[in-house]
């Protein structure tokens, strides 16, 4: 198991958002996260990449336990999150964006560019080319200068799906990859996320709401309520799952007679 | 002080470099890591007043003093960073300007130490003038021998001064030009940016925000220095948290994200602050010359808002990219 989540537990103020919520992801996987709004998924996703703290409970990833680590040693260990709403930097262009998130960059210390430029100047150039094939590949090449502030959401998306390549991740974290994608963008978005795995051996753990997509990916499935996990499988046996058709059709029931 | 005196120009030249250097830290802190900084005013007493106490005191060469004043500079900023770093932006604002204040009362209420309100004339007690710019003064009259084959006959300390310090303010420019190139340029960028996604990326923020905070800590305890030595005589009153907002006008009025621009601001600030005063002709000679004094204050303040109501990019900013969504 790459991934392993272990009791955990997040409160904010009176809220349980997350209630000791235990599973794992194997290696090699892709596996979705599922649940009704509100159910503890994103926050899940912030427990696990280090960009919130957990109450209570364990995460360990390739055998390390993480979960007191920051974000960015969590990304450096090689498990990258992309966000909901994409978080590209507007006013940097998307070799910009790019390259920014390539590894073990010497220039990054200061004074490196004054006292071992050469050196500086060789990685970046490696870094330069990896990023421009990475652009190809998420068919931005046409943008290369661009202002990441000029792209529309779905392009927004893939970039920041890129520039999550670029940290040379072997597990990324993908919440929501579909929402609000034009419906061409998204699928060449469905594309990229299965030969994620297929081609470059990344592991995906991936919030979704669509079902199609959820069922037609994944090869395992978990699925959360109210802060907890209620059932984990394989796609055919979470669509039998009693406990997972109550928590959907019991919200939606609810919903209904609330309207 | 009339109008066509080229003292007073050379003066106003050597003060507008000063400000070059000053804006300088602050480019670095705000425009490339989004660090908003309002105490900078701070690193450049601390600097000031370390340096002069050491020297008046302490009789300690002039070069070691400045050192030692520097880095009091950069203890203060990881005194204000450690704590306000890890938290949202908006309290490291909150800790710059409160620091700042702090700085200030505590060189106002230790006369002992600092001089008290008289400032560093009153360093070695009551009845005793203090000085400890001779050594910076007799470095410029060396410097005034360099440059008098030039110059001729308008050579003066003050030119020397105004020369040095625009020759280091360039040098530090290019510099930082070079770094804001470099990959540190690029990940402070991407903090300003959106910290959340150069961490998600990878990035140890707060210890890129560190270093930006400390390099424009030692800048700021740089022009603090300078300005010492220049003006001859400072009292807590001169680290009032406006000349952070002549920091801040200077980066505005040349462009926000520029560096090449920071000599232009400062060159415009300073005309506009100095010029002011010869703003005696009818009908403002109906204000006498103290109403006049506030008066510049007004025109510097209503600049502002003007700029940054009509052309927030400053004079050399782009426009379009300043109105980009995040």
Known sequence: MLLEVHDLQKSFG???????????????????????????????????????????????????????????????????????????????????????AGKNQPGERLGAAWFTPRRVARREAAIRKRALELIEVIRLSSLVGALAGTLSGGQRKLLELGRALMVEPRMILLDEPMAGVAPILAEQLLEHIQELRAKRGITVLVIEHDMDVVMSISDQIIVMDEGCVIAEGRPE?????????????????????SA | ???????????????????????????????????????????????????????????????????????????????????????????????????????????????DFTGGPIGSIGLLGPGDIATYNHDWQAFLDKA????????????????????????????????GWVLERSPWGRVLKAIREDETAAMAVGKNIVAFKMQALVLGAILGGLAGLLLAWEIGVFNPDDYQPTLTFYA????????????????????????????????????????????????????????????????PEGLLGNRHQLLLEK
Not at chain 2, 13 to 39: E, K, R, T, W
Not at chain 2, 167 to 175: G, H, K, P, Q, R
């Open chain 2, 144 to 175: 005034k021998g360099v440059i008098e084959p030039l110059f001729g006959r308008i050579a003066s300390r003050d030119l020397a001064m105004a020369v040095v310090v625009w020759a280091a303010a360039f040098a530090l420019i290019f510099i």
């Open chain 1, 14 to 100: 009176g809220v349980t958002a997350v209630a000791g919520a235990t599973f794992s992801v194997a290696e090699g996987s892709i596996t979705a996260l599922i649940g009704p709004n509100g159910a503890g998924k994103t926050t899940v996703f912030n427990l696990a990449s280090g960009f919130l703290r957990a109450d209570r409970g364990a995460v360990t990833f390739a055998g390390e336990r993480i979960e007191r680590w920051r974000g960015d040693a969590i990304a450096r260990a090689g498990l990258v999150r992309a966000f909901q709403a994409p978080r590209v930097l507007a006013r940097m262009t998307v070799i910009e964006n790019m390259m920014l």
């Open chain 2, 1 to 111: 002080m009339g109008l066509f005196n080229p003292a007073f120009w050379t003066f106003v030249a050597a003060i507008a470099g000063i400000y070059a250097i000053m804006a300088l830290g602050l480019y670095v802190q705000f425009s490339l890591a989004g660090l908003p900084n309002f105490g900078h005013v701070a690193f450049m007493a601390v600097a000031a007043y370390t340096m002069a106490i050491l020297v008046v005191r302490y009789a300690t060469p002039l070069l070691l003093a400045a050192t030692a004043g520097i880095a009091a500079s950069v203890c203060l900023a990881f005194i204000m960073g450690l704590p306000a770093l890890r938290l949202r932006s908006d309290y490291l604002a909150i800790a710059t300007v409160a620091g700042s204040e702090i700085i200030r009362y505590l060189a106002l209420n230790l006369p």
């Open chain 2, 248 to 311: 801040y006008l200077i980066l505005i009025l040349g462009g926000m994200n520029r560096i090449w621009a920071i000599p232009l601001g400062s060159v415009l600030f300073s005309l506009l602050y100095t010029g002011t005063r010869f703003l005696n002709f009818y009908p403002l000679s109906l204000f006498d010359s103290g109403s006049r004094a506030f008066l510049r204050l007004f025109l510097v303040g209503l600049l502002l808002v003007a700029f940054m109501a009509f052309r």
């Open chain 1, 237 to 257: 046996e979470i669509q039998r799952s009693e406990r997972v058709i109550e928590a959907y059709l019991g919200r939606l029931a609810l919903a209904g007679a």
